[in-house]
């Protein structure tokens, strides 16, 4: 505790001391040394308030930070570039350094501290913490580093990746029919993180079938896999190569996720999707694939009016225009469900929520509610089943 220079010569995880909780510990250990009781007092609980909203073990919540540091030497490991040996004796010492900061006790601090009345405590554990990270190095596919240790659901906001803290948390188990659908996706998805020929991929069809539930519960289910979702909208699609610059080097695999998908004909946007999916030398990376949803077969909204224009070669741009879905390599066609298959999901989610409620009377109400609605589909089934399981809760199922 008492060599205090050591804690302020981190090279490799410099950013780690300025963490509220790091920072509020190693503040406290210095104040406990000047013997000023109402100091440390104030101090460390201060730091016991930071830790607490996170665990109440120090060691974990350190090995947490190290673990998603964002830093140079893993950056360098994860782009595949040499390190150096004294890079290498850096990062050893540096861990050796914050695993014995980490695993200070708490009664060392509070022996320290000239104070009778209650102090809340915190937990430690044996850790090695130059083990674990070396496992991690080796994991950086599966893992990841920085925000994509931490998260893997992203959107981007003015041409930087923004986590998103509470993704839907859907998952392919929570799916009834458009096995043969989904399974052509998720055999796509496996292709990307095998480190296989994978196709960009446009789902295609009518409202409510699935397709965005379904990137984003593949998104869910192969997170440990080392798959990361970042959502762009149409309007974002000119930053597109900017988002492949910063992630084209990345170990992780990527799906870059566009929702109901169209243009116009003079849309600016179209260009930078459409080199994407040509794989221009500035845009292509084979650790990520556009996955995209649209209601429409043609993605570009065409007039009556656009086909009068004075333009010389006009069959040749419109042509161009209309097959830009022809340009994903993987089209797979979500359409609405006939009765017997919308009667099938109906059944299906009625066990998964414990209805009650005989088979013939639940078909009935079905399809009349498909009725009042947009038709049958697997979101209107899942509405209504919801529905129904909320009324029974209130005593209201007969109604």
Same mark, same amino acid.
């Given at each position: 505790?008492?060599?205090?220079?050591?804690?302020?010569?981190?090279?490799?995880?410099?950013?780690?001391?300025?963490?509220?909780?790091?920072?509020?510990?190693?503040?406290?250990?210095?104040?406990?040394?000047?013997?000023?009781?109402?100091?440390?007092?104030?101090?460390?609980?201060?730091?016991?308030?930071?830790?607490?909203?996170?665990?109440?073990?120090?060691?974990?919540?350190?090995?947490?930070?190290?673990?998603?540091?964002?830093?140079?030497?893993?950056?360098?490991?994860?782009?595949?570039?040499?390190?150096?040996?004294?890079?290498?004796?850096?990062?050893?010492?540096?861990?050796?350094?914050?695993?014995?900061?980490?695993?200070?006790?708490? !009664?060392?601090?509070?022996?320290?501290?000239?104070?009778?009345?209650?102090?809340?405590?915190?937990?430690?554990?044996?850790?090695?913490?130059?083990?674990?990270?070396?496992?991690?190095?080796?994991?950086?596919?599966?893992?990841?580093?920085?925000?994509?240790?931490?998260?893997?659901?992203?959107?981007?906001?003015?041409?930087?990746?923004?986590?998103?803290?509470?993704?839907?948390?859907?998952?392919?188990?929570?799916?009834?029919?458009?096995?043969?659908?989904?399974?052509?996706?998720?055999?796509?998805?496996?292709?990307?993180?095998?480190?296989?020929?994978?196709?960009?991929?446009?789902?295609?069809? !009518?409202?409510?079938?699935?397709?965005?539930?379904?990137?984003?519960?593949?998104?869910?289910?192969?997170?440990?896999?080392?798959?990361?979702?970042?959502?762009?909208?149409?309007?974002?699609?000119?930053?597109?190569?900017?988002?492949?610059?910063?992630?084209?080097?990345?170990?992780?695999?990527?799906?870059?996720?566009?929702?109901?998908?169209?243009?116009?004909?003079?849309?600016?946007?179209?260009?930078?999707?459409?080199?994407?999916?040509?794989?221009?030398?500035?845009?292509?990376?084979?650790?990520?694939?556009?996955?995209?949803?649209?209601?429409?077969?043609?993605?570009?909204?065409?007039?009556?009016?656009?086909?009068?224009?004075?333009?010389?070669?006009?069959? !040749?741009?419109?042509?161009?225009?209309?097959?830009?879905?022809?340009?994903?390599?993987?089209?797979?066609?979500?359409?609405?469900?006939?009765?017997?298959?919308?009667?099938?999901?109906?059944?299906?989610?009625?066990?998964?929520?414990?209805? !009650?409620?005989?088979?013939?009377?639940?078909?009935?109400?079905?399809?009349?509610?498909?009725?009042?609605?947009?038709?049958?589909?697997?979101?209107?089934?899942?509405?209504?089943?919801?529905?129904?399981?909320?009324?029974?809760?209130?005593?209201?199922?007969?109604?």
């Amino acid at each position: 505790m008492d060599k205090y220079l050591d804690l302020k010569t981190p090279v490799i995880f410099r950013q780690l001391m300025k963490d509220p909780v790091i920072a509020g510990f190693v503040r406290t250990l210095e104040l406990i040394e000047t013997h000023h009781t109402a100091s440390s007092v104030m101090s460390y609980c201060e730091f016991i308030e930071q830790l607490y909203n996170y665990t109440d073990d120090f060691t974990q919540y350190v090995l947490e930070r190290v673990l998603e540091s964002e830093n140079l030497y893993i950056i360098k490991r994860a782009e595949g570039k040499p390190t150096g040996e004294l890079l290498d004796e850096c990062l050893a010492n540096e861990l050796y350094l914050l695993e014995q900061l980490a695993t200070i006790p708490c !009664d060392r601090l509070l022996d320290k501290i000239d104070y009778d009345g209650f102090l809340p405590r915190y937990k430690t554990s044996a850790t090695d913490f130059s083990k674990i990270y070396a496992d991690r190095i080796h994991g950086l596919d599966r893992y990841g580093y920085g925000i994509f240790a931490q998260f893997h659901m992203f959107i981007c906001n003015n041409g930087e990746i923004v986590p998103v803290k509470y993704p839907d948390n859907i998952s392919l188990s929570d799916f009834y029919g458009y096995e043969r659908e989904r399974g052509e996706v998720i055999d796509n998805t496996l292709a990307l993180l095998s480190g296989k020929p994978a196709n960009n991929v446009l789902l295609y069809g !009518d409202c409510g079938t699935g397709k965005s539930s379904t990137v984003k519960a593949i998104a869910n289910d192969f997170a440990d896999r080392g798959l990361r979702l970042i959502e762009l909208k149409k309007k974002q699609l000119h930053e597109l190569p900017d988002i492949v610059k910063q992630i084209s080097r990345n170990p992780l695999k990527f799906i870059i996720f566009i929702d109901d998908l169209s243009f116009t004909e003079d849309d600016d946007d179209f260009a930078a999707l459409k080199a994407i999916l040509e794989g221009s030398v500035a845009s292509s990376a084979n650790n990520i694939c556009i996955y995209a949803t649209s209601n429409r077969r043609h993605l570009i909204r065409e007039t009556f009016s656009a086909r009068k224009g004075d333009e010389i070669h006009f069959k !040749d741009t419109m042509q161009e225009l209309i097959s830009l879905s022809d340009r994903f390599g993987l089209t797979v066609t979500f359409v609405k469900p006939d009765k017997q298959k919308y009667l099938t999901v109906i059944d299906e989610l009625a066990k998964k929520y414990q209805l !009650d409620i005989p088979t013939e009377q639940l078909h009935k109400q079905a399809e009349a509610f498909a009725l009042s609605r947009a038709g049958r589909s697997p979101r209107v089934a899942k509405q209504f089943i919801e529905y129904l399981k909320g009324t029974e809760a209130l005593g209201n199922a007969d109604t």
